[in-house]
């Protein structure tokens, strides 16, 4: 049995694009939205990767009596920036248990945290595979979805040479986002109208934000 984090930084706005959030109440609402759609994503991925090697996932922070407590907590106590860093209330209560260079390690997502020359590399092949015109003419070859970066199209071709029938494509949700937002969320911020990419470093107020 393995516990794993999975809901925290919904319930608490934990990723960085939080500091953006305009004011408590979309703060609140926005981690609503992430809550009701975490079936569909961090929790279907431990459940599916746990589950294939035969171990069971326990998320503690998705405990419903956690929830029904940590969700009425005033949202205005939630919000980051100023001095405030996110996810601040589950750092304040574990910092005397962990050293302060982990509970105060600012929020890095899964695909950040495993070293950002992965990611750069990611994209570096991404442009030499995916020609200009390819990602122009995206749509037609995906009406679904359709990618809007050469790194997501190099995804969309590895995922469609496993399941290429569309109704495979039609089973994963989609969208706009940028540092795992919400669609809604991207209004927070008009130069994230401008991405999509779903890296922490696309937030500017991260410590290594893109240049």
Request: hydrophobic content about 35%; aromatic content about 12%; proline content about 5%.
């Amino acid at each position: 049995m393995v516990l794993s984090g999975e809901g925290s930084d919904e319930v608490f706005g934990g990723y960085l694009y939080f500091h953006k959030a305009p004011n408590a109440k979309e703060l609140h609402e926005e981690t609503v939205r992430k809550l009701l759609a975490l079936h569909m994503y961090d929790c279907a991925r431990a459940n599916k990767a746990m589950s294939a090697w035969g171990v069971e996932a326990r998320v503690p922070f998705l405990d419903k009596k956690f929830l029904d407590v940590a969700m009425r907590i005033n949202p205005q106590d939630k919000m980051c920036g100023n001095g405030k860093m996110e996810k601040h209330i589950l750092r304040e209560c574990f910092e005397s248990y962990l050293p302060a260079s982990v509970a105060w390690r600012q929020k890095e997502q899964f695909s950040d945290g495993v070293g950002y020359s992965w990611i750069d590399t990611l994209k570096e092949v991404a442009a030499q595979q995916v020609s200009d015109q390819q990602l122009e003419t995206a749509r037609f070859r995906f009406p679904y979805n359709t990618p809007t970066s050469k790194e997501a199209y190099l995804y969309r071709e590895i995922f469609e040479e496993l399941f290429p029938l569309p109704s495979a494509a039609e089973c994963v949700p989609g969208g706009p986002s940028v540092a795992c937002s919400s669609a809604k969320a991207i209004e927070w911020d008009e130069a994230f109208k401008k991405m999509d990419d779903p890296s922490g470093r696309a937030v500017g107020v991260h410590q290594s934000a893109y240049k």
